[in-house]
Structure formats: C-alpha cells, structure tokens
C-alpha cells in the first residue's frame, strides 16, 4: 500500500497551502526571508492586548477578587473543565496549551470585527483578524498535530502505533491519514469561518446603511467565539484520545 507517499504528500500539500494568498500583502525582507508582515502586526497587537490585560488585571492579588481578578480566574477555570471534560485526569499539564490556544483565537477573531484595522494604510494589502489568513490558521493546527503525537508517545511508548491497526489492520492506511487530515480539518475550519464572517460584514456595509450590518457584527462575535470554543476542544480532544487509546 502507498500509505508512506500518501501521508508525505498530505504533509507537504499542509505546508504549500502556507503560500496561498489571498489579496494583497505587505511583506518584510529580512535577509533572506521573506516575512508577511501584516499577520505579524496583527498577532503582535493580539499578544500585547493578552499580555496587558492579564498584567493589569492580576498584578495586585487581592483576597478579595477584584471584577477582573475575578474575570481572569473564570477564563481559566472555564479553560480547566474544557480540558478535564476532553482529556481527563491527566489534563493538568495541557490546560495551559489549550488556554493559549483558545484565547488567541478567541481574541484575534474578536479582533476583526472589534478594532479598526481598515483605518491603517499599508503600502500593500490592509490589516484584518490574524486567523483571517491561511498562515495563521495552518500555524496553529501543526502544534496541534504535534501535540497529541507527543501524548501519545509519552503515555504509551511506542505502543502507540498499535491505535493504526485497530480494530482491524485493514484500516491502517485510513487510520494514518486521519491523523495526518486533523490539521488540514482544524486549519481550513477556522479559516474559513473567519473570512467569510468579515466578507459579509464588507459586503454589506458597502450595500446598505452603516446601522443595518451591526446585528451581523454582533452575530460575527457570537460566532467567533464558537470558532474559538471548537478549535480548542478538538485540539484537547484528540490529545485525550491520543492518550486514552482508538475510538
């Protein structure tokens, strides 16, 4: 069976879809590098909002919580019970990946529809949501894939491999490119979801009055935030089975 060529060509099809573009962009030469610059403008703005809401909101514990002390301590709370439900009794060591995972996107998406990226002029391109590009989302479900492999192996050895040829060997070569497939699903899902949401929004401010898009506006947060919630509980889910065994 050509199970080998099949999943080095569903790899290398992962990391040429790295290239697609869509639009203009602006790029950064850096020696020989060529770096898209409007995604790491985005991202940039992204962390630094992370960054600085946690530092304002936790730099002073009170013992009596604080409203964004008491925010914060929900956010991960909700991030825990996500990874317990998903992974089970061994999620403590992962709440902080799927955290990282499900407040970046949560908030890069929100930031689309929330801060005004169309009023900064580019020489090329504009700026949008970071996980409105190809790039970013591709970014995101390889860590993703290298993580349930990691907790496969360090739970089970590699007794691991054995998932490939349950129940049945005759299922080996679907079995491998499930696994290989898992990226490209997460990557194109939240990808999708997020430039379409803008495109509409585009569309219809340049076709009706400025105060008719806004309950789409509101719906696009709604569903930003459930594109966010499923990427973080496949990504916790398929760490829980890498670990647990087939299903």
């Not at 992962?14 to 030469?29: A, K, N, P, T």
């Not at 020696?31 to 790491?40: F, K, M, R």
């Not at 998932?163 to 696994?179: F, M, S, V």
């Not at 499923?230 to 670990?243: C, D, H, P, Q, R």
Request: glycine fraction near 8%; aromatic fraction near 12%; hydrophobic fraction near 50%.
């Amino acid at each position: 069976m050509n199970v080998i060529p099949c999943s080095i060509k569903t790899l290398k099809g992962l990391y040429d879809i790295s290239g697609v573009e869509v639009g203009q962009h602006l790029y950064w030469q850096i020696g020989g590098l060529q770096i898209h610059a409007q995604v790491l403008i985005t991202s940039w703005v992204v962390i630094a909002i992370l960054l600085g809401s946690v530092i304002i909101a936790v730099r002073n514990p009170q013992t009596i919580p604080t409203d964004g002390q008491n925010f914060f301590e929900y956010v991960l709370e909700f991030i825990r019970d996500l990874s317990k439900t998903q992974i089970g009794e061994e999620y403590g060591p992962w709440v902080p990946f799927i955290g990282t995972m499900f407040l970046f996107i949560l908030v890069s998406n929100w930031s689309g529809a929330l801060l005004p990226w169309k009023i900064i002029q580019l020489p090329h391109g504009e700026l949008a949501a970071p996980t409105n590009d190809i790039n970013t989302t591709v970014a995101l479900a390889l860590p993703t894939s290298v993580a349930y492999f990691y907790a496969g192996l360090t739970k089970k050895g590699l007794g691991y491999f054995r998932k490939y040829i349950q129940p049945t060997p005759i299922l080996l070569p679907i079995n491998i490119l499930e696994d290989f497939t898992k990226p490209l699903s997460l990557s194109f899902r939240l990808f999708g979801n997020i430039l379409a949401d803008e495109l509409v929004v585009v569309v219809l401010v340049s076709l009706v009055p400025s105060l008719v898009p806004i309950p789409v506006m509101f719906l696009g947060l709604f569903t930003s935030g459930i594109q966010a919630l499923i990427f973080a509980t496949l990504a916790a889910a398929y760490i829980g089975e890498s670990m647990e065994g087939h299903h």
